[in-house]
């Protein structure tokens, strides 16, 4: 069965630094996303893209963030200097469709920032 | 706003029973699709079952079962026989035809004892 794939699943990085999340949707889905979870809290949405354009963003998603799809099947986010709010989970997701269609979560990475 | 109440932080019951827990949803949207996701302590979000707004039957997948009131703005999750493997946080979430992203409660946490 397709499955979302996200490297690393553990990732440590001072504050102040660079970092990319690295996400391999499922091949014949059309729409990504990123969420994170801050530990003991909600989900919470950053990104939606689709057609090589940002479709939706959250508050949380400031110029700090950006997201790219470099290719024909990486999807990545990158955090451009970091934060020690920035520790949490990330999710990469994908849809086939908007909406109604379901979206399927990659194991996460665990992005923890010292 | 659109949110999602999940009211039970944590549950427990012994293998073998059955549990259900409680979501209730808000939005002034007529059509959406609701969702519960399991994440285990692995923290990977996997999806256990949907339901579309416009059907009025309700979803089943094999021990899961969901029970959607749609004038109450309610969709609880049913777990029969339940296992030692259901122990994992459960999230409710939904998402309307108008935007991309998931709304998701705070999540309960499920205790299968032995």
């Known amino acids: 069965e397709p499955e979302v794939t996200q490297t690393p699943s553990h990732q440590v990085t001072q504050m102040g630094q660079e970092v990319i999340l690295r996400c391999v949707p499922i091949?014949?889905?059309?729409?990504f996303y990123w969420y994170r979870q801050i530990l003991g809290q909600k989900v919470e949405f950053l990104v939606s893209?689709?057609?090589?354009?940002?479709?939706?963003k959250s508050e949380i998603f400031d110029d700090q963030f950006s997201v790219e799809r470099p290719d024909g099947s990486n999807f990545t986010l990158k955090i451009r200097s970091t934060k020690l709010e920035d520790s949490a989970m990330y999710f990469c997701?994908?849809?086939?469709?908007?909406?109604?269609?379901?979206?399927?979560f990659g194991p996460g990475t665990r992005l923890l920032v010292l | 706003a659109q949110t999602v109440t999940q009211s039970q932080p944590e549950m427990s019951v012994q293998e073998a029973e059955t549990v259900t827990l409680s979501c209730t949803y808000d939005?002034?949207?007529?059509?959406?699709?609701l969702f519960w996701y399991k994440q285990p302590p692995s923290r990977q979000m996997i999806l256990v079952i949907r339901?579309?707004?416009?059907k009025q039957q309700n979803a089943t997948e094999n021990r899961f079962s969901v029970n959607f009131q749609k004038a109450a703005k309610s969709f609880s999750l049913k777990i029969s026989d339940s296992q030692l493997g259901d122990t994992a946080m459960y999230f409710c979430?939904?998402?309307?035809?108008?935007?991309?992203?998931?709304?998701w409660g705070a999540g309960t946490k499920l205790i299968i004892k032995p």
């Open positions: 997701a994908s849809s086939a469709e908007r909406g109604e269609e379901t979206q399927y």
């Open positions: 091949s014949n889905h059309l729409y």
């Open positions: 893209f689709y057609n090589n354009e940002i479709s939706e």
């Open positions: 939005t002034s949207e007529n059509n959406y699709y």
């Open positions: 339901q579309e707004a416009y």
């Open positions: 979430a939904f998402i309307t035809d108008s935007n991309y992203q998931l709304i």
